[in-house]
Structure formats: structure tokens, C-alpha cells
């Protein structure tokens, strides 16, 4: 295998609002021969998220940002191809951190999972069944705790981490309100995954709607977008809501603050006024909890209590565009890049 090449995506130009094609570059590489605790994989699927814009800029965030020339960071389904790592062997499936990238050696402690080929299909490890998913199930465990009879709104609502939001609030008894682009995402997230309402955040009269489809207010706002959706959530959260500050994508190609007055004195005197919770939160913060979502939420999936949909790109040379589409709300459902056939 030492003297194979391989494919890899490195980031060529940190991008000035929304990414373009040409801030990827496409290389070929030699595969490097694994070291002592080292294992070569190859990669199955690929999983494009959101948080990846983040670390194509520079500068300080809650991870550091990738280099000029870097391979793109992301979690993989690999196959064990070598193992120097008395953990794993040839053959294993398992859950990656291994980049844009057919192939990579990296350091068997690494590895986050074994995955088994005769279980739930392995790219859900990506999604629903991983960090996305854990993303959902956490900080609604922690942050969002909701109620029976609460009212939970949650945004991106056809994609993995607002998929499950709804459909875990629902198994808390809560009453689901989903916001998604376009009547194709809408009727998916009523209709497939069985929220009790869905709306489209492009209407004009948006805010008018969301309005009247939560008549006893808000008590969870699980926060993915930010932008105009936030707006319209803000006048309709009740005393002591929660807000899981999830993500914001709707801003990730900003270049510029939002032009306009300073609106941070009324947020803060609604959060005062209102008693509401706001927590940031980044899924490992709750990592405690993985095993135990793991456990739990492969059992909602095999009694079909939960549900998900997937969004796949074939070959490596076409995630930048589907990535770069994301951002915009091109994907329907959990974009993965199939990288082998
Ligand atoms: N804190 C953490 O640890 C953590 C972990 C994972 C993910 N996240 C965050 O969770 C959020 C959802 O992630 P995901 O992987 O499930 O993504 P996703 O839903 O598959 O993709 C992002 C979606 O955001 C929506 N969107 C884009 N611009 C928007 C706008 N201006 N207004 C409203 N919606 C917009 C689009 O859906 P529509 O077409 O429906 O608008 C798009 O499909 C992201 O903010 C992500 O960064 C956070």
C-alpha cells in the first residue's frame, strides 16, 4: 500500500463570504505506511457539516481552524485496510475523524467507534446515529429539557440535527414545531417525520405563521440558524424558555455584523424580563452522555420511532459544490459523499 496514491480535498484560499470551488483544491498523494499505533483506512462516506466553514477561517474558535494547503476536516466511515494498533484489525468498520480524503493513516486512538455491517446501515453514523444526532439528543437533554405539553420550535428542520430535535420532543411528549426551506422540506417534515407543524421560513408572512402555529408561546427554541427565524421567535418565548444555542448558519458567510440598530439591549432585557436559559453548546461538552445515545437512540431507530433522511453526493471531487450548497439550503436531509462504489 506504501507506494498507492490516493485522493484528498485541501483547503487552497480561506473564503471572503460564501465559499467558492476555488478555495478546494483536489490533490493526488502518496499514501504514507502506517508507524507503530497507527492504522491505514480507507474511507467509505464522508460527512459534510456546517461546522466546517468555521474552520476555514482564521482565527480562534472552539477548534483550530485548517491550514492553507490542510487536508479539509470531517468524519468518515472508514475500513481498517493496516493495523499497527492492537484495537483494530483488517476489515473493521469503523467511525472516523479521517478528512476529505480516500484514504488516511491516523493514530488508532483516534478512532471513535466500531461500527457492525449487519446493523443499522454505517453512514448513519454520520448523522442521525452520530454527531449530528448526539447533537440533538444532548441539548435537549441538557439545555432544552422538554415537557409534556411544551411547545419546541427547531429550525433546519429536514436536516439531521433538526430532524431529530423534533422527533425527540415528541417522544418527550412535547408538541413539534418545524421550520424548513421550500414546500418540498416542509411537506417531508410533516408528513415523513410526523411533526405537528411545518413551516416555510421564505414566506413573506413567516413570522404571521409561526405566530398562530404556537397560540401558548414557546418553551424550547433549539437555536440552528439564527437570522430571521430568531426574529420571529424572540416575541413568542414564554417565561423560563430554554434556548439551546445550537448553530447559526445562517450567518456562518457573514463578513459583516447586520446593518441596522443595536438590538443586543432589547435581547438582553428579554432575557432578563422573561427568566429565559441561553446556553451555548458544543456536543462534546456533553460527551458523558455518548454511550448512552448510542445505546438509546440505535433502539429508537430500530423500532422505527425515529426517522431521517440522506442527502448523497457521489465521489470526493464533488463535495466542495455540495458543501458549498448546504450553506444555502441546497441538501435535503444529511449530506454524505459516497466515496467508494
Ligand atoms: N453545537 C454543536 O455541537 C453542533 C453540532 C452539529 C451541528 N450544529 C449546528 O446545527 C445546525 C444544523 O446542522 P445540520 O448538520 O443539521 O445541518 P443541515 O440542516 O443539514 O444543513 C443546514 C441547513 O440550514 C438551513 N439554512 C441555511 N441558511 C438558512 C437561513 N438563512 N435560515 C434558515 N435556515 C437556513 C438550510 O435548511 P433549509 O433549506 O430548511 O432552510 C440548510 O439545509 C447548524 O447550525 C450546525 O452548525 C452544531
Same mark, same amino acid.
Given at each position: 500500500?506504501?507506494n498507492?496514491?490516493? @485522493?484528498?480535498?485541501?483547503?487552497? %484560499?480561506r ?8 478555495d478546494? #483544491?483536489?490533490?493526488t498523494?502518496?499514501?504514507p505506511?502506517p ?6 483506512l480507507r ?5 459534510l457539516?456546517? +461546522? ?9 474558535s +472552539? ?5 492553507i494547503?490542510?487536508v479539509m ?6 475500513e481498517?485496510v493496516?493495523?499497527?494498533?492492537? %484495537?483494530?484489525?483488517?476489515?473493521d468498520?469503523?467511525?472516523a475523524?479521517?478528512g476529505?480524503?480516500?484514504?488516511a493513516?491516523?493514530?488508532?486512538e483516534s ?6 455491517p449487519?446493523?443499522?446501515?454505517v453512514q @448513519? ?7 449530528p444526532?448526539f447533537t ?5 437533554h441538557?439545555?432544552g ?5 411544551? @411547545?419546541v ?10 430532524? @431529530?430535535?423534533?422527533?425527540i420532543?415528541q417522544?418527550h ?7 424548513a426551506?421550500?414546500p /418540498?422540506?416542509v411537506?417531508?417534515? #410533516? ?7 411545518? $413551516?416555510?421560513?421564505r ?6 405563521? $409561526?405566530?398562530a %402555529?404556537c397560540?401558548?408561546?414557546? /418553551? ?5 440558524v439564527g437570522?430571521k427565524?430568531?426574529?420571529?421567535? $424572540?416575541? $413568542? ?7 439551546? *444555542?445550537?448553530g447559526?448558519v445562517?450567518h456562518y ?9 443595536d #438590538? *443586543? ?8 424580563t422573561r427568566?429565559l436559559t441561553v ?10 452522555? +455518548?454511550?448512552?445515545f ?12 425515529i426517522? +431521517?433522511r440522506e442527502? *448523497? *453526493?457521489?465521489?470526493l471531487?464533488n ?8 450553506l444555502?439550503g441546497?441538501n ?8 467508494s %462504489?
Open positions: 500500500m506504501g498507492s496514491t490516493a @485522493t484528498r480535498i485541501v483547503l487552497a %484560499a473564503p471572503q463570504g460564501a465559499p467558492r470551488p476555488e478546494f #483544491r483536489v490533490e498523494f502518496q499514501i505506511v508507524r507503530n499505533g497507527q492504522v491505514l474511507n467509505h462516506w464522508l460527512s457539516d456546517p +461546522y466546517m466553514r468555521g474552520r476555514m477561517n482564521a482565527g480562534r +472552539y477548534a483550530a481552524a485548517v491550514g494547503g490542510e476536516d470531517g468524519g468518515t466511515v472508514s481498517v493496516q493495523s499497527l494498533h492492537p %484495537a483494530w484489525s483488517p476489515g468498520l469503523v467511525l475523524h479521517a476529505w480524503q480516500t484514504h493513516v491516523v493514530d488508532g478512532l471513535r467507534r466500531k461500527l457492525d449487519a446493523g443499522l446501515p @448513519t453514523a454520520l448523522g442521525v446515529h452520530g454527531m444526532g440533538a439528543y444532548a441539548g435537549l441538557e439545555i429539557k422538554p415537557q409534556h405539553g411544551e @411547545t420550535v427547531v429550525a433546519a428542520a429536514s436536516g439531521p440535527v433538526g430532524a @431529530t430535535v423534533g422527533q420532543a417522544l411528549g412535547a408538541r413539534a414545531v418545524g421550520i426551506g421550500g /418540498d422540506k411537506a417531508h417534515v #410533516r408528513d415523513d417525520l410526523g411533526f405537528d407543524v411545518a $413551516l416555510d421560513h414566506a413573506d408572512d413567516f413570522a404571521e405563521q $409561526l405566530a %402555529a397560540p401558548d408561546g414557546i /418553551d424550547v427554541y433549539f437555536e440552528n437570522g427565524v430568531f426574529d420571529a421567535v $424572540l416575541p $413568542l418565548l414564554n417565561d423560563f424558555a430554554r434556548v439551546p *444555542v445550537c447559526l445562517a458567510n457573514d463578513t459583516a455584523p447586520p446593518s441596522g440598530p #438590538r *443586543v439591549p432589547h435581547l438582553m432585557a428579554t432575557i432578563l427568566h446556553r451555548g453548546f458544543i456536543q462534546r461538552d456533553f460527551i458523558a452522555l +455518548y454511550p448512552e448510542v445505546r438509546e437512540m440505535g433502539q429508537w431507530l430500530r423500532d422505527g420511532r426517522r +431521517y442527502d *448523497v *453526493v457521489d465521489g471531487e463535495a466542495p459544490t455540495a458543501f458549498i450548497g448546504m444555502d441546497k435535503f436531509g444529511k449530506l454524505l459523499v459516497r466515496l %462504489a
